[in-house]
């Protein structure tokens, strides 16, 4: 597609359920990446892709967070127990190999546990 | 441990006026890039530029410059001719190059940005 696209765009979970965060590159961008935003700070970065697979997830809190990208494309990111600090919005950013060209991120996804 | 600092949490312009947001890094790699982004109150975050660690001139992209200032660590974002949609966040982010071209980049670090309001 023209732009990163991430679904849903919202998401309301109760307190300890599982959710799943999908992310759909840009046609061509080896590298993706996943980042976590809550309200007037910078994104905090989780995880990285360099094709299939994860190539520095140092960013991810605990062991209830994963994410994969089986394909090399879609990526999917997993919340197991979901907790109300959990509560943020969920960016995924793509790139290609172009020195100049920078991240290109999708709208994001606001996850809201209650 | 790549870290940026951006120390003005709200700045105001009047419209047409240039601004300058700064920003400063600090890293131990030798090759690295720096970023700024804008994100308006609808959440998309937008690139605006990008300044190669070894690029010998200052990167300029329309209304946007990135002055790059080596030795000082510092990577202040400069809009020219303020207009009212420019009223966003502004990032200042880096990624260390994985590759001697520069053409591969690992996880973005984010400043904690500054909220930019320009006047009419």
Redesign the interface.
């Known amino acids: 597609g023209a732009g990163v696209s991430q679904t849903p765009s919202n998401k309301v979970t109760e307190k300890g359920k599982y959710v799943e965060l999908r992310c759909d590159p840009i046609s061509g961008h080896t590298a993706l990446y996943w980042y976590r935003q809550s309200l007037g700070q910078g994104p905090e970065f989780l995880i990285y892709f360099q094709g299939t697979g994860a190539a520095d997830d140092s960013g991810l809190p605990n062991d209830r967070f994963f994410a994969v990208r089986p394909e090399g494309s879609v990526s999917t990111l997993k919340i197991q127990r979901t907790e109300r600090g959990d509560s943020a919005v969920y960016l995924c950013a793509s790139r290609k190999g172009d020195r100049r060209g920078g991240y290109t991120f999708g709208s994001g996804t606001r996850l809201t546990v209650v | 441990a790549q870290k940026?600092t951006q120390t003005q949490p709200g700045m105001f312009v009047q419209e047409k006026e240039a601004v300058t947001l700064d920003c400063t890094y600090d890293t131990s790699d030798q090759s690295y890039g720096l970023?700024w982004?804008k994100q308006p109150s609808s959440?998309?975050?937008i690139?605006?530029i990008?300044q190669?660690s070894y690029d010998e001139q200052n990167a300029t992209e329309g209304r946007y410059s990135l002055n790059f200032q080596k030795a000082r660590k510092s990577a202040n974002l400069v809009i020219s001719a303020s207009q009212l949609g420019d009223s966003a966040m502004y990032?200042c982010?880096m990624s260390p190059a994985l590759n001697a071209?520069?053409?591969?980049?690992?996880?973005?670090?984010?400043?904690?940005?500054t909220i930019l309001t320009v006047h009419p």
């Open positions: 940026i970023f982004y959440g998309e975050m690139f605006l990008y190669g990032f982010a071209g520069g053409t591969s980049y690992g996880k973005l670090t984010f400043g904690q940005g």
